[in-house]
Every structure is written in structure tokens, then in C-alpha cells.
């Protein structure tokens, strides 16, 4: 079964402290690997796409990389306006281009 | 920017009414898509619509969930008789082209089944 999880859970970092969010797959080919930055009460804002091993974006202080069983957004020196929940989402090869697979997120608190 | 729209942004029903969510997918795309968000929980993929028909359901999306493209912009979810367990954030979506393309997200519709 397709499936994807996150980790952490929460992570809260001080304004300037660098990390990593975790984000590991099992799926049967992967098409596509997503990341997705979500507001509380609001719908998820669409980051990147990655779609081979060996593959990074960056955009601002964010930065997504994926290997062939995870992928990693690494934040660099972030600011308390990066306080948000990040979801990785997959679609697999197989079973149509349709659906998203989304993990739990993580709730990042980024304390000036 | 264009943008995915939601109506209504919040929606409180009576278990066994109908309601109908409506969406205003960004204006060149094709393939259109609705999620829900149980509280706390994840994202779940409820259905796909291409050319005017569905691509793909899920298991969630049954015989009192239905969807329909009723003119060249809108495109709706009606829930036929709403249960407790419908208590969601309902997200839209669209893309422009099959395969990878980014998935754009609206605001949500959070329906309250009392």
C-alpha cells in the first residue's frame, strides 16, 4: 500500500535556527513528490515538485531534496513567518495520475 | 495570481440534509479535484473530473457524494444526506495537464454536520 509519513510531528525552532523535515515514501513508482506549505484553517499552498532521485528546488530559505526512499525540506535561517504545517504529498505510476497521497505534515514554530 | 475559490467558507447543515460546496477552478485548467480534511487528520483524496466525467474516486466517495461541472467555471460537490462523520475541510482543486503538473489548492469549505 501506497503511504507516507513525516516526521516530526511539531518541531519548534528558534528565529535563525536551520533544520530539516523528514518525509519518507513507500510507493509503487513514483511520479512525483510534492511539498505543500498549509496556514491553519486554510488550503494547502503548493512549494515544489520533485520527481527523481538526486533531485533539489529551492525557493527562499527552503530547500527540497529527494532520494529514492525520502525526501528532506531543509529550512535555513528561518523567520517566525515560516511557522506553518508542511505536507508531503506522492503520486504513484500506477493506479491513474490522479491522487495525491498526503502525509500527517509537520507543525513547524519558528519563536523570535 | 490566479486562484482556486471556494464557496461557502463555512457551511452548518442538520445530519440528513443536502449541501452542495462549489468551486471556481483557475480558468485554463483542465482536471479538477475535491479533498477533505477531517480535523487533525490528513488530506484524503475524495475524487478526480476530467471532460466532464470522473477519472478516479476513492473508497470515501459514494453513492451520496456526486459532482458536476454545470457551466464552463463552476464545479460543485453535493452531499445528498449528510452525516456526522461528513464534519470536514472540503478543498478544491485543479491542475492544467495530467501527469505532474502542480496541483493548485483553494481555501477550503468547512461543513459542520450537527
Known amino acids: 500500500e501506497d503511504q507516507v509519513t513525516q516526521s516530526p510531528e511539531a518541531l519548534r525552532l528558534q528565529e535563525g535556527e536551520s533544520s530539516s523535515l523528514n518525509c519518507s515514501y513507500t510507493?509503487?513508482?513514483?511520479?512525483?513528490l510534492f511539498w505543500y506549505r498549509q496556514d491553519p484553517g486554510k488550503g494547502p499552498e503548493f512549494l515544489f515538485t520533485l520527481y527523481s532521485a538526486g533531485e533539489e528546488k529551492e525557493k527562499e530559505r527552503l530547500k527540497a531534496t529527494l532520494t529514492k526512499k525520502e525526501s528532506f525540506l531543509h529550512i535555513t535561517a528561518p523567520k517566525p513567518e515560516d511557522s506553518a504545517t508542511y505536507l508531503c504529498?506522492?503520486?504513484?505510476?500506477?493506479?491513474?495520475?490522479?491522487?495525491?497521497?498526503f502525509g500527517a505534515g509537520t507543525r513547524l514554530a519558528v519563536h523570535p | 495570481e490566479p486562484e482556486v475559490t471556494q464557496t461557502p467558507s463555512h457551511q452548518v447543515t442538520q445530519m440528513g440534509q443536502e449541501v452542495i460546496l462549489r468551486c471556481v477552478p483557475i480558468?485554463?485548467?483542465?482536471?479538477f479535484y475535491w479533498y477533505r480534511q477531517i480535523l487533525g487528520q490528513k488530506v484524503e483524496f475524495l475524487v478526480s473530473?476530467?471532460?466532464?466525467?470522473?477519472?478516479?474516486k476513492s473508497e470515501i466517495f459514494d453513492d451520496q457524494f456526486s459532482v458536476e461541472r454545470p457551466d464552463g467555471s463552476n464545479f460543485t460537490l453535493k452531499i445528498r444526506s449528510t452525516k456526522l462523520e461528513d464534519s470536514a475541510m472540503y478543498f478544491c482543486a485543479s491542475r492544467d495537464r495530467m501527469g505532474t503538473g502542480e496541483l493548485f489548492f483553494g481555501e477550503g469549505s468547512r461543513l459542520t454536520v450537527l
Open positions: 504529498a506522492v503520486q504513484a505510476a500506477t493506479g491513474g495520475y490522479n491522487k495525491l497521497i
Open positions: 510507493v509503487s513508482g513514483l511520479r512525483g
Open positions: 480558468s485554463n485548467h483542465l482536471y
Open positions: 473530473f476530467y471532460n466532464n466525467e470522473i477519472s478516479e
